[in-house]
Structures are given as structure tokens and as C-alpha cells.
């Protein structure tokens, strides 16, 4: 009998530069403080990396505490908007000047994220920006993946599992109309089939 | 059988299990152990701790924690539902409620917290279960601003409005 070795379920974390990141923190000057809602988990590379400016970090890992709420016995007439509401509690007067959707606007249909962007700009002001990844490959991994910030130009991507899920490939129409109230102030298309996009709330 | 001497044989200041006074031993005296209160993992409080030593919480606390000259370190099997003010916090176990230190607050890595965090420095390991918020301007913690829950966030002031780039083109 022979031995095999557990399965690894995470794939070997890479790092990769990102134009769509150096994008975002170009106007971030050091003599400011900010307001940062950052949807992925807690990671200490990023706190690390805030906490050389002056700001506020929200942290809420979006994506996971939906799918609690979703796998919670809530009843069916509760619609994502209560979700929603009930996962990303902020006041009226709250206002973020950027907010890191990462990846998972791949990881939601389109009437999900509608309700989500619908929340979410109700925090935003003129400039707010939103960066966010959105892949343009048949399959994803079956998680978001982790995005730690090396410096202003580079992320290592920890994807956490190597089972795979299909890409719901939000096609540009679809982003331009979900995005309605923000224009597009770069967007970049990298190697490896994902688009950087930097959003400007108008 | 063993006579047990009496009382009055024995020295006040010397029991059986000292060991014998070392004359050579330098004559100054060891820095004293530094005060820390223990809470037990089989102890529950409600209410509102204080006090002039750093404390370690294995049990469980609902209230409030003002320790603000000392360390607090939440255990692994420490469970929280208060607001925690100390010199420094450390949390391994599980806390819901707000921290403020003057110096630094750790999220180890076995830690779960809900609340909002406020310190000059902040440090968070990866694997800790964090959702809330990290204040890291520059003002001095505890005394920079009252604690807040998202609920109340506050709205920055105007200046601090990130630049609005040119509008790029849409998708």
C-alpha cells in the first residue's frame, strides 16, 4: 500500500503586476486621509500596505458573509437588497473615497450586482473610485481570490482552492449599464484574461 | 513514622520547599514579575473591568474593559462582548465590541473580532476573522475620536475627497 499525498487545494500563490492598482493609487497623496471599504477578507500584507497612509479601512469580506447569509435559513421573500442592507450596515453619511471589489463582481449574477452597486453608491461621492477585476475566462476558481497588495504596482494573487466554477463573463454592455453612475477612468486587460478596471463615481 | 516538628520549630520566613538562601547571589534584587490579572477560563463576568495591572482573558467578559495604561491580551479561549481600552491589545480568542490602545493593537492569527479598531499601530495576521473597521489616521488613539460603529460612521471631511481623475471612456 502506498501513500499519497493529501491533495493540495490551493494554488501556489503568484505575484502580478497590476497597472489597475497603480491606477487607483496614483491621486493618493500622503497628506490626506481616506476612506477605504475594502470587500475581500482580511489580509495583513494589505493592512501593512494602509497603514503607511492615513486612512479609515472598513473590512468586510463581502463575499463570504453573503454566502452565510445565504446558506442561513432566511426566507425566501428576503431579497438581496435586505441582505444587502443587513451585510454592508453603513449610515447615509458615510462616504468612501475607494472601495476594493476585487474579484468578486465575477462571483455574482447580474441582478445581484445590480443591488449591490446600488448599495454601494449610496457611499460614494464625485471621485469615489471602485477597483474591481473582472475575468473574461470560461472558469474561475470556485472562491474569490485574495489579492495582498506588494507594493503600488504589483499583487500576489492566493487563489484558495483549485476546484473551479464557470465564469459568468459579464459581458462590457452589461458592466457599462451596471455602472451607470460611474465612468470608467481606467481599465486595463492583463495576460492572464482579467480586466483591471478603476471606476470614478461621477 | 515522621514526627511533625511543631510550628514554633520552624523559622516564619523558611517552609521545607525554599530553597536555602544563596550567598553569593548578587545582592541586587531581580527586577519584580510584572502584575498580570488572570481571568480563567471558567470565569463570566458582566461589567465593567478597571484597574493597575495588565490583564489575560481566558474566560469570558460582557461589559467593558478599561485598562487604558495596560495590556489586555484576549486569550484563545477568551470571549468578549465589550468595548476594550488598553496601553497595548492582544487577541487571540474571540471579541465583539471595539478596541482603542494608545500603542498598538495584534489580531493573532486564531482571533475573531467584530468591532472597530483604533490605534496607532495596527497589526493583523493572516488567518484572523476580522470584519470592521481600522482607524489608522494619524491622531492619537483613544483620545483621537469616540469610538463608532458602522452604523454611525462618520463622513470624512470634504477635503479629503480623492481627486477625480478625468472621466475615462465607458466600457
Known sequence: MTLSAPRETRVSPAVHKSLGLNALLNPVRGDRSYSILDLGPALEANVRFWSQFSCWLHIHDFYRSYREWKAADVPEEESEEAAFSALLPFSDETVFDIILAWDIFNYFDLRELEALVQRLSRWCRPGTR???LISSLPNISASPTMFRILNP?????????????????HQPRDIARLMARFTV???FLLRHGIQEYVFAFK | MIWKKSDAD????QTPMQPPPQPSAPRSQPPPAKERALIGPSIEIKGTLSGG???????????KIELAQHSVTIGPSGRIKADIQGRSIVVMGEVEGNL??????????SSK???????????LEDGSD?????????KPAVEAKPLHTDNTAVKPPSQQVLRQDKTGDKV
Open chain 1, 130 to 132: 471602485l477597483f474591481a
Open chain 1, 153 to 169: 504596482e504589483q499583487m500576489i494573487y492566493e487563489i484558495p482552492t483549485q476546484d473551479t466554477r464557470p465564469c459568468p463573463r
Open chain 1, 185 to 187: 477612468s481606467s481599465s
Open chain 2, 10 to 13: 520552624n523559622p516564619p520566613t
Open chain 2, 53 to 63: 495591572e495588565d490583564l489575560f482573558v481566558e474566560g469570558r467578559v460582557e461589559g
Open chain 2, 100 to 109: 482603542a490602545a494608545l500603542e498598538q493593537i495584534i489580531l493573532r492569527q
Open chain 2, 113 to 123: 473580532v467584530r468591532g472597530n479598531l483604533v490605534a496607532p499601530r495596527v497589526s
Open chain 2, 130 to 138: 476580522f470584519k470592521g473597521s481600522i482607524d489608522m489616521t494619524s
